[in-house]
């Protein structure tokens, strides 16, 4: 079964809306993690935010912000006034105590800014 | 402070050849993850190491994949003979310890076979 869901495939917006990326999660653990990555054209994976299941408080850095709700498993990202730089594949993942911090990662959205 | 440095970049072989991948994490990380990515997927643990040791290898192909972590710092990851499935970009990571730590990403190195 898939432990996480990244339903939206590819996203496209101007430049300066807004956009949100909806990522959903399955875990019968009651002690679990959630991130975010940011993957740009070079490859690499950078690290955007990490979240335990403990912290339902949402959080702001900047333009981005992430919405935690436990109610429907949901750990959603949001870019305020978006920026061509902000083009990339986004992921969400999952870490669950009991397994070692291996990361369960959805399958991605590709965002594009348009300029 | 450097990041985790992964080589070759890029790599193309053929069917039945073998391929080597190498690793060199973040100094003083005790724990090393490779990761495949398909295109258009997510990564998908292959292998993790806690110093030299395995902590889970259990989506690993063993048939034809090998990894291993000599003193716990470098690890290279080994396909022996490769598939045409295999076309992937291999991900190296690391972090600090065992735990809900975030794991720092190399930028990996993009296998096609043919």
């Known amino acids: 079964a898939q432990k996480v869901t990244q339903a939206q495939t590819e996203i496209s917006v101007v430049e300066k809306e807004d956009v949100t990326l909806d990522c959903v999660y399955e875990?019968?653990?009651?002690?679990?993690?959630l991130f975010w990555y940011k993957q740009p054209p070079s490859g690499e994976l950078v690290f955007l935010i990490r979240r335990n299941s403990f912290d339902e408080q949402n959080e702001i850095s900047g333009r981005y912000s992430w919405n935690f709700q436990k109610s429907t498993s949901s750990f959603n990202f949001t870019i305020t006034a978006s920026q061509v730089v902000d083009s990339a594949v986004y992921f969400c993942?999952?870490?669950?105590?009991?397994?070692?911090?291996?990361?369960?990662f959805g399958t991605g959205t590709s965002l594009t800014v348009i300029p | 402070e450097a990041g985790v440095a992964q080589s070759p970049r890029y790599k193309i072989i053929e069917k039945r050849q073998s391929v080597a991948f190498w690793c060199n994490p973040i100094?003083?990380?005790?724990?090393l993850y490779w990761y495949q990515q398909i295109l258009g997927q997510g990564p998908k643990l292959l292998i993790q190491?806690?110093?030299?040791?395995?902590?889970?290898d259990s989506q690993l192909p063993k048939d034809r994949f090998s990894a291993e972590r000599l003193k716990g710092v470098d690890s290279t990851l080994k396909i022996q003979p490769a598939k045409l499935e295999d076309s992937a970009v291999y991900l190296c990571a690391s972090s600090s310890s065992l735990g809900p730590f975030e794991a720092f990403f190399g930028q990996g190195t993009r296998l096609t076979v043919v």
């Open positions: 190491f806690q110093n030299n040791g395995v902590v889970d």
């Open positions: 100094s003083g990380h005790a724990t």
């Open positions: 993942a999952l870490s669950e105590a009991n397994t070692g911090n291996q990361f369960y």
């Open positions: 875990t019968r653990d009651t002690t679990y993690y």
